[in-house]
């Protein structure tokens, strides 16, 4: 239970904090960087949904 409410955690925190930077880029930025922390943003929130699903099902 605690692997999974830990991974809950850092998924969220990473969805968080690539998402802000993806919204916050300057306009100068690269294209491939926006893309990359957009995807990232997207990885961690994937990861913190499937350890809601889990940790809600019983780890």
């Not at 969805?15 to 997207?42: D, H, R, V």
Request: proline share 5%.
């Amino acid at each position: 239970m605690k692997t999974c409410a830990t991974v809950f955690t850092i998924g969220w925190g990473a969805a968080l904090a690539f998402g802000w930077i993806a919204l916050a880029a300057p306009p100068g930025e690269p294209q491939s960087l926006q893309i990359l922390n957009i995807l990232l943003a997207a990885l961690g929130a994937g990861v913190g949904i499937f350890s809601w699903v889990r940790i809600r099902r019983g780890c």
